[in-house]
């Protein structure tokens, strides 16, 4: 009789996970990893009689084991905003999905909650970018303007903490960083009593977005703004929100991302602009290892040699005709 939570790596899992160790304490196995490590489910083995909770990942990408999970008796419990595909039926499974843009899964666990842990859900809100949502539940909450922006600094750290290639580049590993923040009710006590993790997450935050600015574009038009980033773990941690960051800057450019890997090849956050929010999919899925959504996409190894191509392809489908 095993208790079993899987949980993406970024805000929104850790504060999915928060609300409902918060709201019904269990002494837990852990499955996480970086906010990019989506199969979480293939490393779980569990049988009849055991509890699983899958938070923020998605059930189309881990259908199979999801499928081999629920026929060796074990029940689930699942939460996420992904697509799903095809969900299981299936009396031991739990589903609760809703794709809509202004939900995430810290919100679907809040309202399963009744609201209970509100102040974690608003948390993640503004971790997985959804600021508007936020800063509503915020002020409904009675929440003054000082106290939203901390929630929207932990929601922005928590989130930074996440990316990186490997647990190794990241500051605290998930499943350390949901045991500190688990042990507090509301997010303003552990940003208070737990200032140390705070405070290393604002300061390593602060630093990379510095050094990631330093970097010069090397492509920058009306139509696109192209940056490379280095090899470093620095610039692993960083790639994600320094996107978001620059899309927020010029809403009206696409964004190029490429961050060095150790063999060569590149890793490539694409952004379309803000104010076309498609096509990224469609330019990511041209290149083998390429995939994602319309606003935001990304490929996985890109050869240098492609590099011109895909310069090529955005300022094609984002440039001037396109408005
Ligand atoms: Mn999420």
Redesign the pocket.
């Known amino acids: 009789m095993a208790y079993i939570d899987v949980f ?1 790596g ?1 805000a ?2 850790i504060c999915s996970l928060v609300q409902l160790r918060l709201a019904d304490p269990k002494d837990s196995q852990l499955v996480t990893g970086v906010k990019r490590d989506i199969n979480l489910l293939k490393a779980v083995d569990a049988g009849s009689g055991d509890t699983l909770t899958v938070l ?1 990942i998605s059930m189309q990408k881990n259908h199979d084991d999801l499928t081999r999970l629920l026929a060796n008796g074990v029940r689930v419990f699942y939460a996420d ?1 992904h697509k799903p595909g095809d969900i299981p039926e299936h009396p031991n499974l739990a589903a609760y999905i809703d794709m809509s843009p202004t939900m ?2 810290a919100l679907i666990v809040d309202k399963y909650l009744a609201g209970q842990f509100h102040l974690w859900a608003i948390t993640a809100a503004y971790g ?1 970018n959804l600021t508007e949502i936020a800063d509503e539940l915020a002020s409904q909450y009675g929440l003054n303007s000082e106290q939203s922006s901390l929630l929207q600094e932990l929601g922005l750290y928590l989130n930074y903490n996440g990316y990186g290639a490997s647990p190794q580049d990241l500051f605290y590993h998930p499943a350390e960083l949901y045991k500190e923040c688990v042990q507090f009710v509301s997010p303003f006590d552990f940003i208070e009593q737990n200032a140390t993790v705070f405070n290393t997450l604002k300061q390593g935050y602060e630093e990379d977005m510095a050094l990631a600015s330093n970097e010069k574009l090397f492509h920058e038009t009306d139509t696109l703004g192209a940056q490379i980033l280095p090899d470093k773990p620095w610039a692993r941690r960083v790639s994600g929100v320094y996107s978001n960051h620059l899309s927020n800057d010029y809403p009206e450019r696409a964004h190029l991302l490429l961050t060095e890997k150790a063999d060569g090849d590149y890793l490539v956050s694409i952004r379309a602009p803000q104010t076309l929010l498609e096509g990224a999919d469609e330019i990511a899925s041209q290149f083998e290892t390429g995939g994602g959504r319309k606003g935001a996409a990304g490929i996985n190894a890109l050869p240098k040699a492609d590099i011109t191509r895909l310069v090529e392809l955005m300022e094609q489908r984002y440039g001037p005709h396109t408005r």
Request: aromatic share 0%.
């Open positions: 993406n970024d929104d899992g923020d905003h995430c899964s997985d």
